[in-house]
């Protein structure tokens, strides 16, 4: 079983950044997509960044502009990053990293969640 460990989390002011990283356990198995989601109280969870291990990526539209997701690692347990600018307080969630084997489909993995509060 492969697990994703997500840091980073806090409180930051508005207009601040934060980073988050996420750290997949030893796999046996590329992991060929990646990807930040968040969720808020009473909201279904939503994407804001993709990658895929060919360097492909995609953000939501709230994300284009302020977030940028980033990959590294080894084959066997690789990271994924989300750095986040110019923070606002409907930043504020708990952002989860994701994890898959194929490019496409149903997301095989998931983290436990990492908390981001942006408040003054």
């Known amino acids: 079983q492969v697990r994703l460990v997500e840091s980073g989390g806090g409180l930051v002011q508005p207009g601040g950044s934060l980073r988050l990283s996420c750290e997949a356990s030893q796999t046996p198995w590329q992991l060929n997509a990646m990807a930040w989601y968040r969720q808020t109280p009473g909201k279904q969870r939503e994407l804001v960044a993709h990658m895929t291990a060919a360097g492909g990526s995609r953000y939501a539209d709230f994300a284009e502009g302020r977030f940028k997701i980033s990959r590294d690692g080894p084959y066997q347990r690789p990271s994924v990053h989300l750095q986040m600018s110019d923070l606002r307080p409907d930043d504020t969630a708990v952002y989860f990293c994701?994890?898959?084997?194929?490019?496409?489909?149903?997301?095989?993995?998931w983290g436990q969640g990492t908390q981001v509060t942006v408040s003054s």
């Open positions: 994701a994890a898959r084997v194929d490019v496409v489909g149903d997301w095989d993995y």
